[in-house]
Each structure stands twice: as C-alpha cells, then as structure tokens.
C-alpha cells in the first residue's frame, strides 16, 4: 500500500515560493506581419478510446502493455488525450494509456513555455519477476515462512516424504507504482529553478535462497518496499557562465527487516529450526552537487562538476542466530554504515584553430566506507559458532585524466585521437592500486555527402601494484585474479557506415568488436571477445509504404582457468544471439485504412564446455508479431484493430526437469521450462472532440 | 611501468604541441552580414505550405509556434530566429533561377553542426548540458535536430513511448540486446533510455547519469545500495561487472552464469574451487541459482552473521 508522505506538500511549497517570472521581450522586425500565421487562438482537442480484447497471457516476455495482461481472459481499457492550448502558448494536457489494465499511466502537464512547467504522473508497472514454481512454504505468524505442521524433516530433499502433498503453486510477481511531480520554474532571463518528487512502491514476491550449511532452499519472499526521491536546483545562467546548485535526497524503506524460515532438513546442529535472513536495510542518500560552465572566451570552453554525497544506513541489527544454543554478544547493535562520497570533475577545451580542438578533462571519484570495523562472531547459517569476522570497510579512489583532439579540416572528414589514464586504489583488496592506461582514435567521414563512415581503434593496458593474500575472504587461492583487478589488456574496433540513397532508402552497417587478454592471470578469467554485426536497411515515405528490414548477430566468448595452478581445469563459454525484424507502415492500403506490422525474431544460444565435456545447449527463441490496421471511419472515428502473436521457448538446463526434490540438498522450485504463445486481438474505437 | 608512464607523458606532451602547429592560423569568415527578409515568415510561408518539400506548419502547434509568447522564436524573428537570415534565400528571382540554401537542420544537413546546435542552445542551455561540449554525441556529430523534431506537432523523443524508437535509430545493437530474454522493459516503453543515460552529456561514461558509479542504478534499485555491514566490493563499485544492464540470456542480466561468473573472483578453498562437470546427477553448484542457492545475498548483508553473503 501506498503511504502518505510529508514529502509532496514541500516539493510544491518549494516549488511555488520559487514561482514568478519576468519575460524578455522579442519584437520582429517593422512589416512582419506573419499574415499566413495561423492566428493565435484558444485551442482544445480531446481523444478518446474504449477497447475491448481477448488475450491468451500472460506472458511474461511480452513487450506490450496490453498483451502483458496477466491473466488470460476479456480485457477492456480506457486511453485518452485532452489538450488546451491558450493563446499566449500555454498548454494544459492529460494523458491516459491502459486504463482498466494492469499497466494504466496517467500524466497531467501545464506548460507555460519558457516561465514554468509543472507535471505530475502516476504509474503501475506489474511483472512476473521469477520463473513459477510450487513451494511447501507458506507465510503464517508475522513474516515467517513455516511448513505444514505434518512436515517430516530429512536429510534430503528426496527422503521428505511430505513433500508432494505440501506444494503448492507459487507465481512471483512484481507490481511498482510511481508517483512522479515536477516543476520547472524560470524567474527572469538568468533563474532557473526544479523540483522533482518520485515516489516508487514495490509490492510483490521474488525467490530467495536460505541456506543450513550446504543445504538450501527457495524461499517465496514477500516485498514491501518503498522509494522516495527529491531533487532540487536552482540555475544561474549569465551571458558568459552558467552554475547550477542541486541537492538530491533518496530514502528507502523495506517494512520487512527480515525473513524468517523453517529448517525442512534435519537441524545440522542442534536449536537450527529455523533461519533469518536480514532482508534489504531502510537507508538513506544524500548529495549536494555544484556544476559550472564558461564560455566568454570565444576559444575557450571550461565546465566543472563536484558532488559531495553522504550514504546512511543504520538498522537495527539481527540476533547471530535464531537458534537459543547459539547467543554471542554483537559488538553493536545497530549497523552503524556510511559512506561518503566524491566525485568532481573539471574539463577544458580549447579551439586553437578552426580545424583543431583540443580537450583536456581530469576526474575524481572517492567512495569513501566510515562504517566503523569491528570483530563479528559468525554464527555459521545458525548452525554452529564460526571464526570472528571484521566487516572491513571498503573503499576506492578513482582519478582519470584524459585528453582529446579533433581535428576537423576543410575537408568531410575529421580525426580524433584520445589518450587516456585511469588509476583506482582499493583499500582491502588483493590489488591495492591498478591502473589503465587507454588511447584511441577516430576517423569520421561526414559532410552533405549521403555517406557518412565512422572507424574506430582503441587499445588499453591495466597493470598495477602486486597481488596481495586478500584481507577477506580468507583461503583465497593466491593464484586466483578477480576479473576487474587483474592485468588486462584490451583492443576493441568500431565501423559504422550509413548510406542516404534516393527516394528515402538508407542503409546502415555497424561492427563491433572487442577483445580482453588476461593471461597473466594463473587462476581466473583469462580471456573475453565480444563481436557484433548489424544492418539496417529502410525506405519509402511518409505518404507512401514505410519499411524497414534489420538484422544483427552477436557473440561472446569467455575462457576461464580455475582451481590449483598445476592441476587446474579452464572453461570455455560462447552466447550467440540472432536476431532480425521486419516493419511495414502503410498509410491509405485502401481508402481511410492505415496498416502498421512488426515483426521480430530473436534466438540466443549458450555453449559451456569444461575441460572437453560439454554442458546441454542454452536456447531461447522469441517470435512477436504485432499488426495494426486503423480504419477513419467518419472525420472524428476512428476504428483499431491490433492483433499481437508471441511465442517463447527456452531450454535452460539449470532450471528444466527439475522437480522440487530433484536436489538432494536445494529444495526448488520445479519450475518447467517456457514453451509460451500468446494471442491478443483488440479492438479500439477512438472519438477526437 | 615506469618507461610507460614516460611514454605517456611524451605523448600528452607531443600532442599538446604538434597539433596546434598543423593546425595553422586561426581562420573567420569575414563579409558582409546577410539580411533579413523583406516579410519573416510571410516570406518562408508563402511557399513552405502543407503541400511543400519541407512543410512546416506543424511549428504553430508546438512551442516554437506561439506568437502569443514572447519567449517563442515565432514572436520574434520568426523562421530566421533558428535558420538565420533569409533575405537571399527569399528574394525574387527570376523563373529557374536556384535559390542559395538556408540553413537547416538535421543528420545530414548542410550547415556546419556547430551553428545548428548553436541556434538550440541559444536558448536552450542550461544544467542539464552543462556537459554537451566535448560529448560523446556532441564529438559524434549529432545535431539537436538529429533526435528532436521542430516542425512536427509532438516531438517523439519527449513523448512517452517515443524516446527509445529515437535512440535506437543509432543505437542498433542495445535495441537487439533488449530483445533478449532478461532485459531491462525497453521494448515495452516502461523504460525510457534517458532514465539512466544522459543524452546531454555526463560525467560518467557512456552517457549514465550520476556523479558516481551505481548511483542511477539505486534509483529503481535502491535496495541494493546499501551501505550494508557486509559489502560484497564489486557489488559496491559498479553494477557492470557482473550485469549487462541492456539484456542478457543469462537470468538478472548477468553477464555469465554462476558458478563461473563467481568463479572469475573467488576460488577458495572448498566447494567454489571445484570444476563442476556435467554429470549424470543434477547438482546443486551447477543447477537453479547455483552459487546464489545458498549465497543469496550476494549484493551485501546486514545479518551480524552475514560475513558469507548467506544470512
């Protein structure tokens, strides 16, 4: 459920001490009459259209508002438009889509260009989140998860006895409602000022893994959480500068602290019943952030940006364990978290001529942990009393400092060529310091001709300071390389064309590649290509029949090395993924008849192969094929029809033919594998007032 | 490292100082300033009507269109307030005479992407392109015209349901990746592309709003910010190492599947060490969530016992 806010009633308090304006005045020249003008004059128009459909859903890839109804069934919805426009150019509106369904948006606008804005907007978004399963789990007592009172406890999935008459079906589902308001308000020709409220409640379930030890299971978790953002600005623009002042504030609730779960195997150890997951913490964000630009120099551009922010977070803690035989003391009793954060920037550029630009831009980013660090005793999934852990306060710095020159000669083409240097310190971690060094450059062909050509070339090398025995966790193999620390060196290229041929028809062409070497790692990732094709190619007008055809392909291989350095094992991973589409628009197919269709296919697969054993395929495969035909039936009628077709099919052997107790030690979901089609057919009947 | 460090001072320097000497003279265009026309738009409409090449009397439905508001280019120099002036351009010339082009806007328009973008930003410059100069799309050589539409009655790019179909005119492959089984909703319109990118100019790269990293995802996300008692760093640090936030085949948008996406990280003693094979037995390291089974926690934990990312 929604919950009342202070936070509203400020935003417009703000928002209307701010409000005021004095206007520049503009006069044309003596004889512009703009006798061909239309004559500045009141104006209103409504729209409104009531629908009526049937859908097979849900399905949970649907890209469509209406066909991603949940429930299969009759739909019926509601979307409109009203506008008034006076004539000193304000504009009054409200927009509805999708009233009466599960995704309704409604949005009110009063605009007086170039004085003040004032919006507000209301939406619910609703999706199935997780694959559907059956649970034995059912929620009783306050928030925590119990099994039915005849459960027999076993030491595997496959000896609960019980199981089968416990399930249940369990369908996670995700709905969010998004309460947004806004105003802009300009106070003569140099204020600026805003106001944003965005408020998100998100409601629903998801699964969740609790674990004893090494036996686990899938929890259906209940969400209550809610969201509430505040931006405030005020701008200075003079001739030659402009500064901005701006504070953002975000404030997240989660009305459960915790999940609470039956133990459904034996206890490991005796009290371990149940188990306590602390679920996501109330916390805090705060930053204030000053941003400037000068351009009085008729060469000289400089822009600035600093941002000092503040995260808070400080819940009560959690008792170690559930389980009475098991009680040591916290050494506080509430979080206690915070960091600070930094981020500045400061970027000049310079024309030294009319062809040369140069740029020179430097970064810092500091997250800074003050969470204080202290010896935790670890309670080891409520089952027995572990080593004492320090919750270590990690942090990172981060400087870059770059360089840019374009050079764009009286010619159609222009170069660019940047340099780059990166370094980031990381307290705690096996790499204390990294850096990457980055250079690039660009040619670009581009002029009145109607082919414009973009490649480009780049290459970085990250090294840094040596491998440390990380801090935590403890047994780290020392050979392992954590992708993000470990010595890289990346190439990467890029082509784009785009060709403007006669009667509208465009071809473009992007390629993309890019390539990761990290040998020098013993144990990790150590190797990554990504690649990509595309194609585009369109034409027709307006008046005429629109079309377009586009294609793409994409690959993605990964090569990893794990375990002891001498007797290891590596794994080699390739996702492919196709896709290609076809778009028809065709404005007056037969006397007042518009006829719009889409068409998209899209198909991925995955190969892992360990060692030389292969794991199954992973495939997916999405059709979808939208129609739309709208017939003028009298000057103010219009009739719709939509017709939508999606079908979907997986095979993820992660997930398929896994019963619930297929597992020994992971109680599942059983969720079966997608096989889905949906058919939606809708009419709309549209009355323009 | 040491020798590098040089080589790239070297190169700071070297192109600090060669370039500007290729480059030459600065060079401006001197001559006489063209003028207005005789009648403003008077003059463009008489011909640019609804049945024209280029018609444009969709301007009078949009802001840039009130005469009745002073701050509106149509209350004051009209068409030339954006396209400049037009006195040659509409001057009587006899019958087949070509008329010298004014300047307009767009992808491949003829006028230098400077002064289209200067005739925007004129009015148009305020916080949110403060970082515009020097972008990816400004150095790219995108005008302003060629996302937002003028002379239409409703600019797409800022109607709801309109933005993403503008981006991904370019933007080819993120449209494809948004197609795959786990995407953020960009096909549906639920999400528009300038949720989290700046189009504008940003500080950070690609475009992402935020002064740091992460910071626009905890807008939607927020309860994966934190700060928890128990930080998981990369989790902290940037969402992208393990996400790839246009759409995946792998579930949560993970960028690879656990274990081995883990396994990139963390090889410890024990179970995450272990080459998990295919076998005839389903495992519970290689099946469902894998890692995340028993390691759910896996963006931080606030459990006092949670050091694991298992509370």
Aim: proline residues 7%.
């Amino acid at each position: 459920m929604p919950r009342p806010h202070p936070l509203p009633p400020t935003v417009l308090l703000f928002g209307l001490l701010l409000a005021g304006a004095a206007r520049a005045q503009i006069q044309p020249p003596e004889g512009w009459d703009c006798r061909y003008c239309p004559e500045p004059a009141v104006a209103r128009s409504a729209l409104l259209t009531v629908g009526l459909g049937h859908t097979t859903g849900p399905l949970r890839f649907s890209s469509d508002p209406v066909a991603s109804a949940l429930d299969p069934g009759g739909l019926a919805w509601l979307d409109g438009q009203w506008q008034h426009r006076a004539a000193d150019g304000r504009l009054l509106r409200v927009d509805a889509t999708g009233l009466g369904l599960d995704k309704p948006w409604l949005a009110l606008r009063d605009v007086q260009p170039g004085v003040y804005r004032l919006s507000a907007s209301w939406q619910e978004l609703v999706h199935q989140s997780d694959a559907g399963g059956r649970t034995a789990f059912h929620l009783a007592d306050g928030d925590r998860l119990q099994l039915p009172e005849n459960w027999i406890s076993a030491g595997s999935t496959t000896r609960m006895t019980s199981l089968p008459d416990a399930l249940r079906p369990q369908q996670p589902e995700q709905e969010r409602r998004r309460l947004d308001l806004g105003a802009d308000f300009r106070t003569g020709a140099a204020w600026r000022s805003h106001v944003r409220y965005h408020r998100e409640d998100r409601m629903g379930s998801r699964w969740l893994g609790g674990a004893f030890l090494s036996q686990a299971a899938w929890l259906p978790q209940s969400l209550d959480l809610s969201t509430d953002r505040l931006d405030l600005g005020v701008d200075y623009r003079a001739k030659s500068w402009l500064a901005s002042l701006g504070y953002g504030l975000s404030l997240f609730r989660n009305a459960r602290r915790s999940l609470q779960w039956d133990n459904a195997y034996q206890p490991l150890s005796p009290g371990a019943d149940a188990g306590e997951l602390a679920l996501a913490p109330d916390n805090q964000a705060h930053q204030l952030s000053l941003a400037g630009q000068y351009s009085g120099h008729p060469r000289l551009r400089l822009d600035g940006h600093l941002a000092v922010g503040r995260l808070l977070q400080d819940e009560t803690l959690l008792a170690p364990s559930l389980n009475p035989n098991l009680a040591p003391q916290t050494p506080r009793d509430s979080a206690q978290a915070r960091v600070d954060t930094l981020a500045a920037q400061l970027r000049a550029s310079y024309q030294f001529s009319r062809p040369l630009r140069l740029e020179l831009r430097y970064r810092h980013q500091d997250r800074d942990t003050r969470t204080p660090a202290q010896d935790f005793v670890q309670v080891r999934t409520d089952s027995f009393i572990a080593d004492g852990r320090r919750n270590l306060p990690y942090a990172f710095r981060d400087d870059l400092l770059a360089m840019q020159a374009d050079y764009r000669p009286r010619a159609p083409w222009k170069l660019r060529l940047g340099l780059e240097r990166e370094q980031r310190k990381r307290d705690f971690q096996a790499r204390r310091h990294s850096e990457e060094t980055r250079a690039w450059g660009e040619w670009r062909l581009r002029g009145t001709d109607p082919v414009q050509l973009s490649a480009r070339l780049g290459y970085a090398r990250r090294d840094g300071s040596a491998f440390e025995q990380a801090q935590d966790p403890a047994g780290q193999n020392s050979q392992q390389r954590a992708f993000n620390l470990a010595d890289r060196q990346r190439r990467d290229a890029r082509l784009r064309l785009d060709i403007l041929g006669d009667a509208g028809l465009q071809l473009g062409l992007q390629a993309d590649w890019a390539d990761e070497d990290y040998s020098d790692s013993p144990v990790g990732l150590q190797a990554a290509r990504r690649a990509s094709l595309g194609a585009q190619l369109s034409g027709g007008s307006d008046s005429s029949l629109l079309w377009l055809l586009h294609a793409s392909h994409a690959q993605a291989r990964l090569q990893q090395a794990g375990g002891p350095p001498l007797a290891g094992w590596w794994a080699a991973s390739r996702d492919l993924h196709d896709s290609y589409g076809l778009s028809l628009d065709k404005p007056g197919l037969l006397p007042r008849l518009d006829v719009e269709l889409d068409y998209s296919y899209s198909r991925s697969q995955g190969r892992i192969a360990l060692r030389s054993d292969a794991f199954p395929e992973l495939r997916t495969r999405l059709h979808s094929l939208d129609l739309q035909a709208v017939w003028h039936w009298r000057p103010r009628i219009d009739w719709q029809l939509r017709y939508r077709y999606e079908r979907y099919q997986d095979a993820d052997w992660q997930f398929d033919s896994l019963a619930p107790d297929s597992l020994a030690n992971v109680l599942g979901p059983g969720a079966p594998g997608y096989n889905e089609v949906l058919h939606l057919l809708g009419l709309g009947l549209s009355y323009r007032f | 490292m040491a020798s590098f460090g040089q080589a790239l001072t070297a190169w700071f320097l070297g192109l600090g100082l060669l370039l500007p000497a290729l480059a030459g003279a600065a060079q401006t265009d001197e001559g006489a300033a063209p003028e207005l026309s005789r009648q403003g738009a008077d003059s463009c409409l008489r011909c640019h009507d609804e049945s024209s090449a280029f018609p444009v009397m969709a301007i009078f439905a949009t802001p840039h269109g009130q005469r009745g508001d002073t701050r509106s280019p149509m209350a004051g120099l009209q068409c030339e307030a954006c396209h400049g002036p037009g006195g040659e351009h509409a001057a009587r010339r006899p019958p087949g005479e070509e008329r010298p082009p004014m300047p307009h806007f767009g992808r491949h328009a003829s006028a230098p992407l400077a002064e289209q973008n200067q005739a925007c930003l004129g009015c148009h410059q305020d916080r949110t392109r403060l970082h515009w100069s020097g972008s990816e799309h400004e150095a790219g050589d995108l005008s302003c015209a060629s996302c937002h539409r003028i002379h239409a009655g409703s600019d797409p790019v800022l109607e709801r349901g309109g933005q993403n179909a503008v981006c991904v005119d370019c933007h080819r492959r993120e449209q494809a990746e948004s197609l795959l089984p786990s995407a953020h909703p960009l096909r549906s319109n639920e999400m528009n592309c300038g949720d989290c990118h700046a189009a504008h100019g940003a500080m950070q790269p690609a475009l992402l709003k935020g002064a740091l990293p992460n910071q626009v995802c905890a807008d939607c996300h927020a309860d994966k910010r934190g700060p928890f008692l128990w930080q998981h760093p990369p989790a902290s640090e940037d969402c992208g190492l393990c996400h790839r936030p246009h759409g995946s085949a792998h579930p949560a948008l993970l960028r690879q599947r656990p274990p081995w996406l883990c396994q990139q990280c963390h090889d410890q003693a024990g179970h995450p060490a272990v080459a998990h094979s295919p076998g005839a037995a389903p495992s519970a390291m290689l099946s469902l969530r894998s890692c995340a089974n028993c390691h759910s926690q896996v963006h931080g934990s606030n459990h006092p016992s949670g050091a694991l990312l298992l509370r």
